[in-house]
């Protein structure tokens, strides 16, 4: 790809995360090296995203966002959590993404900076404006004041199915993915006029 | 203990306690901590390495006497057991070709990517109750993910090859894969109902009775059946015959890694390898008492912690795990590869509904007798 803005971009990056890494050693040491490898992860991970011309590449670069997600996931003791993220984002919806993108044309349309320039301008308001409405009123919770994470099957279970708990919303998510997976199998279905050779009548 | 305590990323308290007695006084903890993941990592490539090794010689050894054939016997002496050897080191002597066409950093990625994900699920595998990588809560849970990763990997070389083998490879393991996740995941919910955890270390220990052999296949009717249908998925998880459509060298010359060569060919078969090790372990953790047999049952109570049990321990796991590498070797030169479309029927339309059947009927076994 003979694109000017490449090198840079991927030196940026480099960069950027680089100095993440730093940061975090010098801050809170190993912990800080694995927050700041999941957040450059993540950070550059979306970023190749949108960034990318080729639509395949920006999906593979998703892997990065999502593991990223699921690593931070994991500093914060929900190790559950994390490994359900890799299981089902990368595993299975990257996968499905994939299959879909993998047959589309590569997209080459030019890529132009007013445009890149534009939305990089947009995030940042966005964040800026939600960090100033979050910032003084949330107090964040500290590890040492987290739970253990759980060690056993059965609680992550009964978690799911106490009527105190998540039944609801749990017994609803399963209903709505069996009817989509009925849906979807409905409508992939072979009919039987699909069955018939449209060139019989041709060849007769 | 949580998945990302230091000890446990870097490998082990026994290599980060080794590197901080030699390191000079001074060194930050977080250079000791890098050092010693980087051990643990070394120790995982040298375990891969032995593993692929070993599988390929095998490989080469059980094909050649189904056929009628001997196989290697002249390099190293015996049975030619270093065949494999000189074939690494011819592996590593050649040409590095990327072809004009292809996708460069995809290309160069996905081989790492496909190995490194199964490094990451080995991390989780307990040889023996004091030797492991990691004593992982979620340690089925994370094999599973991790081994989806290397989808992503295979993917990834079928489509920056820029060739229609592999491009056709690529989809057919998309397709495969998403297809025998579901058995494979659902399948081991039976023993994980027994079991009651993910870690493979207390599932391990809970099968000690009976002199090594409480194992959980025989705690109710509905594990046989199970462990059939987790190793069926797992043959196509691994992308092995008679569900090794990826490849297909009949039809796709060798599918996903047909454009690649030399030592980043050779990461997609150590992966090949190590996956069908690490798949077989976790059935013989699941399903056939881990590292318990009635050879280690033998030790009194006060050896349990000496190295000797440990070792034994460890063989006995290797042990069953090569038993069903031999088996999927077996299948492999036995049974005709299946077309595409008995493939999708056979993992949606029957291992599918079986394993969700087994898994009520497992239920409803344990609610009454246990």
Redesign the interface.
Known sequence: MDDKLQKPFYALLGVVTLGLLGWG?SSA??????FGLFTALTLGGSLICVWER?V??SA?SL?GTFTGVAGLF??L?A??L???Q??IY???I???I??GV??SPPDLAERKLSRVLGGLALMLGAVAWVGSKVAGTVTWATADVLPE??????EIGVGFLDPEGYVVPFELAAMILTVALVAAVYIARRKASDLTDPRAEERA | MSLLTLEAAAGGNAISELLGGIAPEGTPTWAIWLGAAGAAVGLLVAFVSLVAMFSVWLERKVSAHIQCRYGPMYVGGWHGWAQTLADGVKLLLKEDMIPLGADKPLFVLAPALVLGAIFGALVALPLAPGFFFADVNMGLFLILAFSSLTTIGVVMAGWASNSKWSLYGAMREAAQVVAYEVPLGVSLFVPLMVAGTFSLTEASAAQSGWFGMHWFIFQNPFMLPAFIIFFIAALAETKRAPFDLPEAESELVAGFMTEYSGIRWSFFFMEEYAAMFLMSAVGAVFFFGGYHSPLTAMFPDEATSGLLYQLVCAGTLIFKSFVGVFVMMWLRWTLPRLRIDQVMSMGYKYLTPLALACVLGAAIWETIFA
């Open positions: 050693a040491g190993a912990q800080g090296v694995a080729s395949v590449r593979f892997m994991l500093l003791g190790d559950f994390a490994v359900a890799i299981l990368v595993g299975g990257l996968a499905l994939l299959f993998m047959l994470p759980s060690t056993k099957v059965d």
